[in-house]
């Protein structure tokens, strides 16, 4: 069974950093194309940030040059680092896999609020 949990949001202020993290079990990330996503009220959820098997990422151009997506293996955990927020950021951050599709099952996210 795929479980993934997220954490490390917060309430932060414009220019601030944040972490997020995703410790996954049933899957092993380090083979698994592997995505950040986020749905702001309102919106559709978008992925933001993505991991494939071999290590290649790619980015949403709202969040390029200001996000990092990266792994740690022997955590089976995916890490979101988030740089210079803004408050068009303010969303709820959700992890998953990205290719084929992400799995039916979503975490619970977690929120990011940026403040101006």
């Known amino acids: 069974q795929v479980q993934l949990v997220e954490s490390g949001g917060g309430l932060v202020q414009a220019g601030e950093s944040l972490r997020l993290s995703c410790a996954a079990s049933?899957?092993?990330?380090?083979?698994?194309?592997m995505g950040w996503y986020r749905q702001a009220p309102g919106k559709q959820r978008e992925r933001v940030a993505s991991?494939?098997?071999?290590?290649?990422?790619n980015y949403a151009d709202s969040v390029k040059g200001r996000f990092t997506i990266s792994r740690d293996n022997a955590k089976n955990t995916v890490y979101l680092q988030m740089n210079s927020l803004k408050p068009e950021d303010t969303a709820v951050y959700y992890c998953?896999?990205?290719?084929?599709?992400?799995?039916?099952?979503w975490g619970q996210g977690t929120q990011v609020n940026v403040s101006s």
């Open positions: 998953n896999r990205y290719w084929p599709r992400p799995y039916n099952s």
């Open positions: 049933g899957i092993t990330v380090s083979i698994m194309p």
């Open positions: 991991i494939g098997s071999g290590g290649a990422t």
